[in-house]
């Protein structure tokens, strides 16, 4: 007697998943490189004598300042990791008003060097949430206002506190997001 037996196994979310860490492997590597071959590239020039005495100190500080975007990449993989373990973050009351105070007053200087003007208005509201993670979001947001904008332009970072939910809002004077990567916005 001769016996069959089928197994059909749904790959597709297997695939997808696959495809996903690809594309997260490609991408941090890609955001790893950038500030790395600043700080080799600024490193090497100081050290061959290449840079005035003068400009060293703004050297350094480029140097610190990528140094401190690869310890938030390597962090941000970390709480990634984390997640995909199933480990939650620890949440607490976060007031957004103060927090994107605090984004802009950390993005101030990027934004006097293109002359944009910022500003942060309404209403101090708080939630429950991830303080890292909201910073980040924020950050972010706030950072693209000023990459993306015109010379001399504006970016205006708006809080209201509604009765059911508390709205963050980043609006500014630049080029705006192209309509076809406008539902990736918040991937």
């Not at 200087?109 to 993670?133: H, M």
């Not at 904008?149 to 970016?155: D, P, Q, T, Y």
């Amino acid at each position: 007697v001769a016996r069959t037996v089928l197994l059909v196994f749904d790959i597709t979310g297997k695939a997808a998943a696959e495809r996903s860490r690809r594309e997260f492997t490609a991408n941090v590597s890609h955001e790893l490189k950038t500030p790395l071959h600043s700080i080799m590239g600024s490193a090497e020039l100081v050290q061959n004598g290449l840079v005035r005495h003068e400009d060293v100190p703004q050297f350094m500080g480029m140097i610190r300042t990528e140094a401190g975007r690869l310890v938030s990449l390597v962090d941000d993989i970390i709480h990634l990791s984390q997640l995909d373990a199933g480990i939650a973050p620890e949440r607490e009351s976060v007031n957004l008003l103060d927090l994107a105070n605090t984004a802009v007053k950390s993005l101030q200087d990027s934004a006097d060097k293109r002359n944009i003007t910022l500003t942060v208005s309404g209403d101090s509201a708080t939630v429950n949430g991830v303080r890292g993670f909201l910073y980040e979001m924020l950050y972010n947001l706030i950072e693209n206002a000023i990459k993306y904008n015109v010379e001399n332009g504006k970016a205006d970072v708006t809080v209201s506190d509604g009765d059911a939910f508390v709205k963050v809002a980043v609006k500014d004077t630049g080029i705006g997001i192209p309509q076809e990567y406008q539902t990736r916005v918040f991937e």
